[in-house]
């Protein structure tokens, strides 16, 4: 008998994401996010002292990477 994963509720209204949160949606680790964050690959905003991702900065990475890893044609 296996163990059922916690199901994890996404808020599709959500402006602004924590960089967890991001990480989440691109299904990708905190570090791994952070160092997107850091190179400017993602978008990122200081909110006071935290750190938000733009909700539409999480699609238009993915949309990035898609772009990159087109076969060429």
Same mark, same amino acid.
């Given at each position: 008998m296996s $163990? $059922? %994963?916690p199901e994890v509720t996404v808020d599709t209204t959500l402006v602004l994401l924590k960089v967890e949160e991001a990480a989440r949606r691109l299904q990708i680790g905190?570090? %791994?996010c952070y160092r997107y964050i850091r190179t400017g /690959? %993602? /978008?990122s905003v200081p909110v006071g002292r935290l750190r938000r991702v733009p909700a539409d900065a999480v699609i238009e990475f993915a949309a990035q990477l898609r772009r990159a890893h087109r076969p060429a044609a």
């Open positions: $163990a $059922a %994963l905190r570090t %791994l /690959e %993602l /978008e």
